[in-house]
């Protein structure tokens, strides 16, 4: 009996030492990327939204043409708190996910309904932008401009659905393959 429960935490300390050399670099970089993103999506929209724009001529500031319209203002708070959420996820990742991966089962499953309440949140704001008034400020000849980028907004809403929509599925343990196979 107690050669069986040491071989069991023989076992888990293998367990974890297994899962503590696959978690490495890699396992943090993209919360790192993704966190480093956020802040210079944060710092460039709430600071300094004249300076996204089309620099015409490299030879002449002068031909910087500004793209955000004015109206883009009204969409910032709701970005700023999706952008807050998902950095705060990201630096959870990064901090105590990170650290303690082996140790946290019930805090995976936690922060996966986070994240799926994130996912659709992120999905209402784009709806939002879609919808809203303009995004890109200019004449006639931006009219194209503010076409494509309603057009990829509605091609992200659409993958951040469907996206959300799986790990829902997933999380609620539906398994499409098997009701097909049990109806059979």
Same mark, same amino acid.
């Given at each position: /009996? +107690?050669?069986?429960?040491?071989?069991?935490?023989?076992?888990?300390?293998?367990?974890?030492?297994?899962?503590?050399?696959? /978690?490495?670099?890699?396992?943090?970089? %993209?919360?790192? @990327?993704?966190? %480093?993103? &956020?802040? %210079?999506?944060? #710092? +460039?929209?709430?600071?300094?939204?004249?300076?996204?724009? *089309?620099?015409?001529?490299?030879?002449?500031?002068?031909?910087?043409?500004?793209?955000?319209?004015?109206?883009?203002?009204?969409?910032?708070?709701?970005?700023?708190?999706?952008?807050?959420?998902?950095?705060?996820?990201?630096?959870?990742?990064?901090?105590?996910?990170? @650290?303690?991966?082996?140790?946290? %089962?019930?805090?995976?499953?936690?922060?996966?309904? *986070?994240?799926?309440?994130?996912?659709?949140?992120?999905?209402? *704001?784009?709806?939002?932008?879609? #919808?809203?008034?303009? *995004?890109?400020?200019?004449?006639?000849?931006?009219?194209?401009?503010?076409?494509?980028?309603?057009?990829?907004?509605?091609? @992200? &809403? /659409?993958?951040?659905?469907?996206?959300?929509?799986?790990? +829902?599925?997933?999380? &609620?343990?539906?398994?499409?393959?098997?009701?097909?196979?049990?109806?059979?």
């Amino acid at each position: /009996m +107690l050669q069986d429960s040491n071989a069991q935490a023989s076992w888990q300390a293998r367990a974890v030492n297994t899962d503590r050399a696959r /978690m490495g670099v890699g396992y943090l970089a %993209g919360p790192a @990327a993704a966190s %480093g993103a &956020l802040v %210079g999506a944060i #710092i +460039l929209f709430n600071f300094f939204p004249q300076q996204v724009g *089309i620099l015409v001529s490299a030879d002449d500031p002068s031909s910087f043409v500004p793209l955000l319209a004015p109206e883009f203002r009204v969409h910032l708070p709701w970005l700023n708190l999706w952008w807050g959420l998902a950095l705060a996820m990201n630096l959870v990742d990064l901090t105590v996910t990170g @650290a303690l991966r082996h140790e946290l %089962g019930t805090w995976q499953v936690t922060k996966r309904w *986070i994240d799926v309440g994130l996912s659709f949140f992120c999905a209402l *704001i784009l709806f939002r932008l879609l #919808i809203g008034g303009p *995004i890109v400020q200019g004449e006639q000849s931006v009219a194209f401009l503010t076409a494509f980028v309603k057009f990829v907004l509605a091609l @992200a &809403l /659409m993958l951040v659905t469907l996206a959300a929509s799986s790990k +829902l599925c997933h999380l &609620l343990g539906y398994r499409p393959t098997e009701t097909r196979l049990k109806r059979a």
